[in-house]
């Protein structure tokens, strides 16, 4: 059985993080209807064969109904669907579905059921609420960007772009708040509106991170602690071919296993793991002994230890990371090369489903609903 499968999802056609929740969801069997918005410029989102570019996978797996929203007999239409829904999904500003007469209190009187989940950077309220943004900003005025600065301005490896406050901050607080109103709805038999804001959703799940702040691990200066940089043995290292590795060998046993396999056991800086006077100078020493090194010749002396070592690799490197290949972690579907859904359930290996053109189920949808509406 599909986890799931009874789970009907209408999905306002956005960008970014409300579509990744909607495939993510899909993956899972859930039944996606994507709401897809006609536009004034017939080639906007395809490609040469005038077909949807396989390559917008988070598509995958739902069916696609185009309607004209500024239509009252389309308007309708979707509130039709939303009325057999178990589930809404937007990442418009705020406003804009009250606007399109589709918002939550119009939609929750016509199904009291409905779980209305609402993607949005700022929030539904504050001062920046109608502003426009993207992960960088939400991410910083979090506190978690700040932890990516160093001082040297280092072109090492940092926060990757839509980690922080799309995917984090959004898709994964949207789908917990959606499934936290689902749980909640079998006791009471009603639904609720779920404010997913990227900003808060960032604040969140950076709760580790406040956590480490409040034992002085990491503080408001850049590079004040072992784990926002100024560490030698928490870093990433350059290698003799341009190319990054990673170490975090923090445990004690973990940190000696590094300074022996490096040969600096006996090293005078490394005697004391936390001097933090002797880290300037260690993280010299290392980043000269990193340099001496191609990464594969550190993966081959490395990756198959406890000093906590990681290659950072291309995404086609990743590709072929003998770790990612056994874990089925990424799949090839229509020459694109994509995640496969995580995590792993002992009981559902996921059948990701293909992406639609636009429009593709919008006959099968209305004939759907007229058969429907002729049985009431």
């Known amino acids: 059985m599909r986890p799931l499968e009874n789970l009907t999802v209408v999905e306002f056609e956005g960008i970014g993080p409300a579509p990744l929740a909607g495939m993510m969801m899909a993956d899972m069997g859930a039944n996606v209807i994507l709401v897809e918005r006609k536009s004034s410029n017939p080639n906007a989102g395809l490609n040469k064969e005038n077909q949807r570019n396989s390559a917008d996978f988070v598509r995958r ?17 979707a509130m039709r669907l939303i ?34 989940g609402r993607l949005t950077g700022w929030g539904q309220t504050g001062p920046l609420r109608h502003l426009a943004g993207h992960d960088p900003n939400y991410a910083a005025i979090t506190g978690v960007l700040s932890t990516t600065i160093r001082k ?48 808060d959703g960032a604040c969140y799940g950076a709760s580790l991170l406040w956590m480490m702040r409040a034992y002085n691990m990491i503080g408001d200066t850049v590079e004040s ?22 170490i975090c060998s923090l445990e004690p046993q973990f940190y000696t296993d590094l300074v022996t396999r490096l040969d600096l056991k006996d090293h005078p800086v490394f005697a004391n793991q936390w001097d933090t006077s002797a880290w300037p100078e260690g993280k010299e020493i290392l980043r000269n002994i990193f340099l001496g090194k191609t990464q594969e ?9 406890d000093v906590c070592f990681a290659p950072v690799l291309t995404f086609g490197e990743a590709l072929q990371h003998p770790q990612n290949i056994a874990r089925g972690n990424f799949a090839e579907i229509d020459g694109i090369a994509q995640p496969n859904p995580a995590p792993k359930l002992s009981a559902y290996s996921p059948n990701i489903g293909p992406v639609p053109e636009i429009g593709e189920h919008t006959d099968m949808i209305l004939a759907s609903l007229e058969e429907e509406n002729s049985k009431s």
């Open 61 to 77: 797996g739902k069916e696609a109904i185009t309607l004209d929203l500024k239509k009252p007999d389309d308007i309708k239409t």
């Open 83 to 116: 009325e057999k829904a178990d589930v809404l999904i937007e990442g418009f500003r705020p406003g804009v579905m009250e606007k399109l007469g589709l918002g939550p209190d119009v939609c929750t009187d016509k199904n009291p059921g409905l779980v209305y």
């Open 152 to 199: 040297n301005n280092s072109a090492a490896p940092t926060a990757p772009l839509t980690m922080v406050g799309d995917v984090m901050g959004g898709t994964m607080m949207l789908l917990w708040g959606i499934m936290c109103a689902l749980n909640s709805r079998q006791q009471t038999n009603k639904g609720q509106v779920v404010d997913a804001s990227m900003v």
């Open 225 to 246: 602690g072992w784990a926002d940089g100024a560490a030698p043995f928490n870093d990433a290292y350059e290698c003799a071919d341009g190319k990054y590795v990673t």
């Open 297 to 305: 010749e550190w993966c081959e002396e490395l990756e198959q230890t």
